[in-house]
Antibody
Framework: QLQLQESGPGLVKPSETLSLTCSIS??????????WGWIRQPPGKGLEWIGS???????YYNPSLKSRVTMSEDTSKNQLSLNLRSVTAADTAVYYC??????????WGQGTLVTVSS | EIVMTQSPATLSVSPGERATLSCRAS??????LAWYQQNPGQAPRVLIY???TRATGIPARFSGSGSGTEFTLTISSLQSEDFAVYYC??????????FGQGTKLEIK
């Protein structure tokens, strides 16, 4: 059973970079069976897809965030990372690591709340 | 970008009754639609993919239907654990994958 666990700072200052890591167990980040991604949810609001990485290395980002986002894989650690630059209060959200294989998101981490505040 | 619109925003139903939730896409997404359930403080859980296929372990009281731009999630006999927020998501035209704004299913 695939398990995902997000980690990273819970508080980030405005204009700085939000950095999160997703640790994967029960499966390999190099697997051709899955794609990996990040989804966020501002407090009391809905879900927003941030981006996804595919087994062939292709990465896709939400156009609304593309200029500020970078995602990467560390195959040696079986981890996925997220960097979101120049954050504002609007980036305050629960950030989820997620994975799927046909378009839906079938596995989710528990999520980590990141607050942007000085 | 495909916009997903869910209705109603809040649905009040009594336990044991049927609930019908709707999701509309701004353009056709074929059958490339998923439904999720989210309980407070928890991550979403996939219920349905391919518009009508139940995910592993999902009870038969959950069913999905529709194609193109109109979709429905039906819960045939509501149990206490079904009162939650439900989201639809399209994966036909991406990036970006897009979600509806959610329907809150509450106890009447």
């Amino acid at each position: 059973q695939l398990q995902l666990q997000e980690s990273g700072p819970g508080l980030v200052k405005p204009s700085e970079t939000l950095s999160l890591t997703c640790s994967i167990s029960g499966g390999s980040i190099s697997s051709t069976n899955y794609y990996w991604g990040w989804i966020r949810q501002p407090p009391g609001k809905g879900l927003e897809w941030i981006g996804s990485v595919y087994y062939n290395g292709n990465t896709y980002y939400n156009p609304s965030l593309k200029s500020r986002v970078t995602m990467s894989e560390d195959t040696s650690k079986n981890q996925l990372s997220l960097n979101l630059r120049s954050v504002t209060a609007a980036d305050t959200a629960v950030y989820y690591c997620s994975s799927g294989f046909i378009g839906s998101f079938d596995y989710w981490g528990q999520g980590t709340l990141v607050t942007v505040s000085s | 970008e495909i916009v997903m619109t869910q209705s109603p925003a809040t649905l009040s139903v009594s336990p044991g009754e049927r609930a019908t939730l709707s999701c509309r896409a701004s353009q056709s997404v074929g059958s490339n639609l998923a439904w999720y359930q989210q309980n407070p403080g928890q991550a979403p859980r996939v219920l349905i993919y391919g518009a009508s296929t139940r995910a592993t372990g999902i009870p038969a009281r959950f069913s999905g239907s529709g194609s193109g731009t109109e979709f429905t999630l039906t819960i045939s006999s509501l149990q206490s654990e079904d009162f939650a927020v439900y989201y639809c998501q399209q994966y036909n035209n991406w990036p970006p994958y897009t979600f509806g704004q959610g329907t809150k299913l509450e106890i009447k």
